[in-house]
């Protein structure tokens, strides 16, 4: 039987998450007084020192700030496999040029980062660090109307292909033909989209190898590499955002588009978004009318 994939390629800022709007207020205003504004600023100030935080204290910000790359696998071809557990990161010597030695140095500490990324900050951080991240979550997620659950919400939905279907709604009969992937492609650098994605509770279902920063070659690019990755006859992409870059992109790659806004009049935001919608999307460009392949892309219960 033929294997039918669906890659949903998500932005980060403003579509699974909200960040730069509540620094800004923008979010808050658009409520028309019925949030506070300065609560949210505040929100996300806190955020903004979370994430630097544990990018220069765990995942060697300061060292690779100069260097950022699309994906941590990028300089793959230059990792000798060395065992790093007794590895020095602050005296190896690490910085300009970029010549092969330091590609090298660079590329362990992409495999130290995606290994730290697959265990999760529980690992890292310390009780009272977590019990302060988790608070902050759950007072964000209720500031925003529960957005980051929603997100993650749609997200789990999405990625049903890639978990045990025969624990799930869909019949075991078609575990074997469908996978769902979730992709992201944020325009931030890539070592703090990893730590975004793991702060606002994705890491679990976005592994690192699927996350892409577009801050240097475009989310075209970006688009592009994905494409070659997933390519197939059964293959099938959508991109879900809120920028015009992506937009423009997946009109390139003629994918459809969600586009996602903030503002409370919204046609597509969350919670609202479910996969049953983005179902619309792919059909509307690939042209799926068979009733099982929406049941699949929309789990019940949506």
């Given at each position: ?43 996300g100030k ?177 688009f592009s ?16 955002g809120d ?60």
């Amino acid at each position: 039987m033929d294997q039918k994939m669906n890659v949903y390629i998500w932005d980060m800022d403003e579509t699974l998450i909200l960040l730069k709007s509540l620094i800004n207020g923008t979010y808050a205003e658009a409520f028309n007084g019925s949030k506070n504004v300065q609560s949210g600023v505040e929100i996300g100030k806190m955020w903004e020192n979370h994430i630097l935080q544990i990018c220069d204290d765990h995942f060697f910000y300061e060292q690779v700030e100069n260097c950022n790359m699309p994906y941590l696998d990028v300089l793959k071809q230059y990792d000798d496999g060395r065992d790093l557990a007794e590895y020095d990161f602050n005296k190896d010597g690490f910085g300009p040029p970029s010549d092969d030695l330091n590609k090298k140095r660079l590329a362990y500490r992409h495999r130290a980062v995606a290994h730290k990324y697959k265990k999760g900050l529980h690992s890292i951080l310390d009780q009272d660090m977590i019990k302060s991240w988790s608070e902050l979550y759950d007072v964000t997620d209720s500031y925003t109307d529960m957005w980051f659950s929603a997100a993650r919400a749609c997200l789990e939905q999405c990625a049903v292909g890639d978990r045990d279907l025969a624990s799930s709604t869909v019949s075991t009969n078609d575990a074997g033909i469908y996978q769902h992937v979730n992709i992201l492609v944020t325009s931030g650098s890539l070592i703090p989209s990893l730590v975004k994605c793991l702060l606002f509770r994705l890491g679990d279902l976005i592994p690192s190898k699927n996350v892409y920063s577009s801050w240097e070659v475009g989310k075209l690019q970006c688009f592009s590499w994905i494409k070659e990755r997933f390519n197939g006859p059964n293959v099938q992409f959508c991109v879900i955002g809120d920028g015009w870059e992506e937009c423009e992109a997946a009109e390139s790659m003629r994918w459809p588009f969600v586009k996602i806004d903030p503002l409370p009049s919204s046609f597509h935001r969350f919670p609202g978004l479910t996969p049953k919608d983005l179902g619309h999307y792919f059909s509307v460009v690939y042209g799926n009318s068979d009733e099982k392949d929406n049941d699949i892309l929309a789990p019940s219960g949506n």
